[in-house]
């Protein structure tokens, strides 16, 4: 639906549209992406000589043609180990750059280009394994590094390309093709190695994959803007979502947290000036504001949201209201250790930048099981470790300088 200046609905074609279409074309992208990275765990069957694997020259086989379709090597387990993993050391090398360049360069170009060269390397694996155990770890590695780069840039492509309300739809539509890849691999792989040889599942999967990647640089582009067969409302519909996402409504939780910062902090030190509260119970006041009030409004954000305003408010206070924290626990280490409080800010801070990174690892997990439902866990799981930690700090928190605080002597201060 998109509202028009009176505020009025106007249907906008959803599942026949071409962002939709987009983001199934990515979904074969990313089946083709994991059928060429998992072929080679099925195919390791039949390449390796099962009955000697460990360095003595390969058994002949009794159909010389058997041997012209399905060579056999033999590699040992030491082998066949590294050469499995070593795709993964491709992607893992790729992943921090291709993130940085997905915001400077065309993700046309990008995806396409991997998708492509990552198709190549499929098809030249056979070969490569000919050469040695030496040319297809590099291979392997190499398709690593393309298929690194167009799982992370193709999430760039949503910036642009999704609507803020469908953003949850056309992304699981588009990384489910990552579980449907397995699926196809151990559907057909036993069966082409049977009939035709485990070279012709490399060279099917690369074949595809070469396919999808010239239809990917004919039907995409980076900009609905410049995208010539896509519909003029649908344009509008995507371009007047984002304009109004990014704008005012992206803002406002800064805004408000902003202007909540600064009322927490002068009224903890109106409390504490008239001797209306301790400090200890300043401190602990602001922060069971801080660390309860997100956690409720969220809840709030999946159970009371019923209409666009609803939601926006809930979001609003959902990422604001924990800037009361700044007149509580963040500046409790002054009150405690003042002669350290740069020490434990420094600790204080690595600590919470861990805490972060597992968060960050933790949704993509629950959210890799279900994009939509999964958003739920989170909200719990964060009201849960936002609980918990007040708890912790009402009973264990103090305000008073410690005693090892004093002790420390009065020189190393300067």
Same mark, same amino acid.
């Given at each position: 639906?998109?509202?028009?200046?009176q505020s009025s609905p106007r249907k906008? *074609?959803?599942?026949? !549209?071409?962002?939709?279409?987009?983001?199934?074309?990515?979904?074969?992208?990313? !089946?083709?992406?994991?059928?060429?990275?998992?072929?080679?765990?099925?195919?390791?069957?039949?390449?390796?000589?099962?009955?000697?694997?460990?360095?003595?020259?390969?058994?002949?086989?009794?159909?010389?043609?058997?041997?012209?379709?399905?060579?056999?090597?033999?590699?040992?387990?030491?082998?066949?180990?590294?050469?499995? !993993?070593? /795709?993964?050391?491709?992607?893992?090398?790729?992943?921090?750059?291709?993130?940085?360049?997905?915001?400077?360069?065309?993700?046309?170009?990008?995806?396409?280009?991997?998708?492509?060269? @990552?198709?190549?390397?499929?098809?030249?694996?056979?070969?490569?394994?000919?050469?040695?155990?030496?040319?297809?770890?590099?291979?392997?590695?190499?398709?690593?590094?393309?298929?690194?780069?167009?799982?992370?840039?193709?999430?760039?492509?949503?910036?642009?390309?999704?609507?803020?309300?469908?953003?949850?739809?056309?992304?699981?539509?588009?990384?489910?093709?990552?579980?449907?890849?397995?699926?196809?691999?151990?559907?057909?792989?036993?069966?082409?190695?049977? !009939?035709?040889?485990? *070279?012709?599942?490399?060279?099917?999967?690369?074949?595809?994959?070469?396919?999808?990647?010239?239809?990917?640089?004919?039907?995409?582009?980076?900009?609905?803007?410049?995208?010539?067969?896509?519909?003029?409302?649908?344009?509008?519909? /995507?371009?007047?979502?984002?304009?109004?996402?990014?704008?005012?409504?992206?803002?406002?939780?800064?805004?408000?947290?902003?202007?909540?910062?600064?009322?927490?902090?002068?009224?903890?030190?109106?409390?504490?000036?008239?001797?209306?509260?301790?400090?200890?119970?300043?401190?602990?006041?602001?922060?069971?504001?801080?660390?309860?009030? *997100?956690?409720?409004?969220?809840?709030?954000?999946?159970?009371?949201?019923?209409?666009?305003?609803?939601?926006?408010?809930?979001?609003?206070?959902?990422?604001?209201?924990?800037?009361?924290?700044?007149?509580?626990?963040? /500046?409790?280490?002054?009150?405690?250790?003042?002669?350290?409080?740069?020490?434990?800010?420094?600790?204080?801070?690595?600590?919470?930048?861990?805490?972060?990174?597992?968060? @960050?690892?933790?949704?993509?997990?629950?959210l890799n099981e279900n994009p939509e439902?999964?958003?739920?866990?989170?909200?719990?799981?964060?009201?849960?470790?936002?609980?918990?930690?007040?708890?912790?700090?009402?009973?264990?928190?103090?305000?008073?300088?410690?005693?090892?605080?004093?002790?420390?002597?009065?020189?190393?201060?300067?």
């Amino acid at each position: 639906v998109q509202m028009d200046n009176q505020s009025s609905p106007r249907k906008v *074609p959803s599942v026949c !549209s071409f962002r939709y279409g987009l983001s199934l074309l990515l979904h074969v992208c990313n !089946s083709i992406i994991m059928s060429q990275r998992m072929c080679l765990s099925l195919t390791m069957v039949v390449m390796v000589n099962s009955s000697d694997p460990h360095g003595v020259p390969n058994a002949s086989t009794e159909d010389s043609l058997d041997v012209m379709k399905s060579p056999v090597y033999n590699w040992s387990p030491k082998t066949q180990g590294i050469i499995f !993993s070593s /795709i993964f050391y491709g992607i893992l090398i790729i992943q921090i750059p291709v993130g940085y360049l997905s915001e400077k360069y065309s993700i046309k170009k990008m995806i396409g280009s991997a998708l492509f060269l @990552s198709s190549l390397f499929s098809l030249i694996l056979p070969m490569a394994a000919e050469g040695g155990e030496a040319w297809i770890i590099a291979c392997r590695a190499a398709q690593g590094v393309s298929q690194g780069s167009a799982l992370i840039a193709q999430h760039a492509i949503w910036v642009k390309w999704a609507p803020p309300l469908e953003r949850g739809r056309l992304t699981s539509l588009s990384l489910s093709g990552v579980l449907l890849g397995p699926f196809i691999v151990l559907l057909v792989t036993g069966f082409i190695c049977q !009939s035709l040889g485990w *070279p012709v599942v490399f060279y099917i999967f690369g074949a595809c994959g070469c396919g999808v990647s010239l239809l990917w640089f004919l039907l995409f582009y980076d900009d609905p803007k410049t995208h010539p067969c896509i519909s003029v409302s649908e344009k509008n519909y /995507i371009l007047s979502s984002l304009n109004q996402q990014n704008g005012l409504l992206s803002a406002l939780p800064y805004l408000f947290a902003w202007s909540f910062g600064i009322l927490a902090g002068h009224t903890a030190d109106f409390f504490l000036s008239r001797n209306i509260l301790r400090l200890n119970t300043i401190r602990k006041l602001f922060s069971t504001l801080g660390l309860f009030l *997100p956690p409720f409004f969220g809840l709030c954000l999946i159970h009371l949201s019923f209409s666009f305003s609803s939601t926006i408010v809930f979001l609003i206070l959902t990422g604001s209201t924990g800037s009361f924290c700044m007149a509580g626990l963040l /500046i409790n280490g002054l009150d405690i250790a003042p002669s350290y409080y740069g020490f434990l800010k420094g600790v204080t801070n690595v600590i919470g930048m861990i805490g972060g990174l597992i968060s @960050s690892i933790l949704c993509g997990m629950i959210l890799n099981e279900n994009p939509e439902s999964g958003w739920f866990k989170i909200f719990f799981l964060t009201a849960g470790v936002n609980v918990t930690s007040l708890l912790f700090c009402l009973i264990f928190g103090k305000a008073e300088i410690q005693d090892w605080d004093k002790d420390r002597p009065e020189q190393t201060r300067l």
